[in-house]
């Protein structure tokens, strides 16, 4: 009992800085020293599984940022021929643009629908890449000696893994329903969904199984060489 004691003082005293001096008869600060090799021996390299999962994590937010940007999420051509892209906020045809938003004159336009769509999609794929870069520093940091989801539960952590996915798809989702399937068909076979919109679902599918896959698919000694 008394030596559980003690090692719960000498803990206590860590956390407060202080350590016995040489002789145990007084409290004495932690020097420098011994802080900066306690926090070295804390820090590490990323091994095989942390290091593919930050690749498939930045891919995926990659692939979100170029969606957002782009402006191929519906392409109709006639005959072969390249008539024009609809974006997530604009249309650019063979020889002019416009701006959903600048061409909104009443609520129930089509060009406000595309409009509301597209800032959703926009909204939910803006949070999945934060999302994923959280996650990824995460990852990063833990080499360092912090992690910063460490103030939160597992569930927190699994809610934030998955929440960047999920995110995403409730985005493309709501474009789907409120847009992207009743133009793309008011085109008939003219209209199909562009690659800006593949590479947002690819996107979001990548950050749904990203947890799944460093959980049970990649083992911990992935890559042999990793320290």
């Given at each position: 009992m008394a030596q559980k004691s003690l090692k719960d003082t000498l803990a206590q005293a860590k956390d407060m800085g202080l350590e016995l001096s040489a002789d145990g008869s007084a409290w004495i600060p932690i020097s420098k020293s011994d802080v900066g090799n306690?926090?070295?021996?804390?820090?590490?390299?990323?091994?095989?599984?942390?290091?593919?999962?930050?690749?498939?994590?930045?891919?995926?937010?990659?692939?979100?940022?170029?969606a957002?940007?782009?402006?191929?999420?519906?392409?109709?051509?006639?005959?072969?021929?390249?008539i024009s892209e609809f974006g997530l906020n604009s249309?650019?045809?063979?020889?002019?643009?416009?701006?959903?938003?600048?061409?909104?004159?009443?609520?129930?336009?089509?060009?406000?629908?595309?409009?509301?769509?597209?800032?959703?999609?926009t909204i939910g794929l803006s949070i999945?890449?934060?999302?994923?870069?959280?996650?990824?520093?995460?990852i990063f940091l833990r080499t360092k000696g912090f992690a910063l989801l460490s103030v939160i539960s597992q569930f927190g952590k699994t809610i934030v893994q998955l929440g960047a996915g999920i995110s995403m798809m409730l985005g493309i989702g709501f474009w789907l329903i409120t847009w992207g399937f009743y133009f793309n068909s008011s085109m008939e076979e003219y209209?199909?969904?562009?690659?800006?919109?593949?590479?947002?679902?690819?996107?979001?599918?990548?950050?749904?199984?990203s947890p799944i896959l460093n959980r049970f698919v990649f083992?911990?000694?992935?890559?042999?060489?990793s320290k």
């Open positions: 306690a926090h070295k021996s804390e820090q590490r390299q990323l091994n095989g599984k942390e290091l593919m999962h930050i690749i498939i994590l930045s891919f995926s937010g990659l692939l979100a940022v170029i957002i940007l782009g402006s191929s999420w519906i392409s109709v051509d006639i005959r072969g021929h390249h249309v650019q045809g063979q020889d002019d643009s416009e701006i959903y938003a600048e061409t909104c004159d009443d609520s129930t336009g089509d060009s406000c629908a595309a409009a509301r769509a597209g800032l959703v999609a999945g890449i934060f999302l994923l870069l959280v996650c990824s520093m995460d209209g199909h969904f562009g690659i800006h919109f593949w590479m947002a679902l690819f996107a979001a599918f990548l950050g749904l199984i083992p911990e000694d992935f890559d042999a060489t």
